[in-house]
T-cell receptor, first 112, second 112 residues
Framework: AQSVAQPEDQVNVAEGNPLTVKCTYS??????LFWYVQYPNRGLQFLLK??????LVKGSYGFEAEFNKSQTSFHLKKPSALVSDSALYFCAVRVGNTPLVFGKGTRLSVIA | NAGVTQTPKFQVLKTGQSMTLQCAQD?????MSWYRQDPGMGLRLIHYSVGAGITDQGEVPNGYNVSRSTTEDFPLRLLSAAPSQTSVYFCASRVSGANVLTFGAGSRLTVL
């Protein structure tokens, strides 16, 4: 069965500092990996995805993530955090045409 | 192009009442799904459909029914609401074979 782990419930970072939100996964087969963001009282918005090819993927709002097959990780990163990045971030995985499985989410707080 | 539309946005029910959460999409997406979001639990899949006339169970299907008579609509029915079904419900859709789910804005349900 597919699963995703987001080991940190909360990440705090100062504005202007780099941020990392961690994600590890477990699947049988080749994973499709995703990051979504949720702002208060809103639905989920797609940030970026890894399907195949280059291990470093770039997405919306300056975010990027690196697929690491040996460590089964897909950490989300941004070089310089903004207060407006404060939100709930979800990592998700699927294999082939199976449904998307989400992690429990990490709340990012960027402090001015 | 409205995307994924969910109604109602808010609903309060008494234990034992029934109701239907509506989901409609105008993007001609074959795949549709329902998730529930609970604090600390992330998003859990309730039911999904890969096309009109086809539905399948997700991780937490008990207490919920679905049908898919048209490509556009995927209603979620609660036949006898229980307090454990208090949650925020999200409908999401995508083109079959493609990879990015588009989410609705959510429906917040409270069962007293």
């Amino acid at each position: 069965a597919q699963s995703v782990a987001q080991p940190e419930d909360q990440v705090n970072v100062a504005e202007g500092n780099p941020l990392t939100v961690k994600c590890t996964y477990s699947v049988s087969g080749n994973p499709y990996l995703f990051w979504y963001v949720q702002y208060p009282n809103r639905g989920l918005q797609f940030l970026l995805k890894y399907i195949t090819g280059d291990n470093l993927v770039k997405g919306s709002y300056g975010f990027e993530a690196e697929f690491n097959k040996s460590q089964t990780s897909f950490h989300l990163k941004k070089p310089s955090a903004l207060v407006s990045d404060s939100a709930l971030y979800f990592c998700a995985v699927r294999v082939g045409n199976t449904p998307l499985v989400f992690g429990k989410g990490t709340r990012l707080s960027v402090i001015a | 192009n409205a995307g994924v539309t969910q109604t109602p946005k808010f609903q309060v029910l008494k234990t034992g009442q029934s109701m239907t959460l509506q989901c409609a999409q105008d993007m001609n997406h074959e795949y549709m799904s329902w998730y529930r979001q609970d604090p600390g639990m992330g998003l859990r899949l309730i039911h999904y459909s890969v096309g009109a006339g086809i539905t399948d169970q997700g991780e937490v299907p008990n207490g919920y029914n679905v049908s898919r008579s048209t490509t556009e609509d995927f209603p979620l029915r609660l036949l006898s609401a229980a307090p454990s079904q208090t949650s925020v419900y999200f409908c999401a859709s995508r083109v079959s074979g493609a990879n990015v789910l588009t989410f609705g804005a959510g429906s917040r349900l409270t069962v007293l």
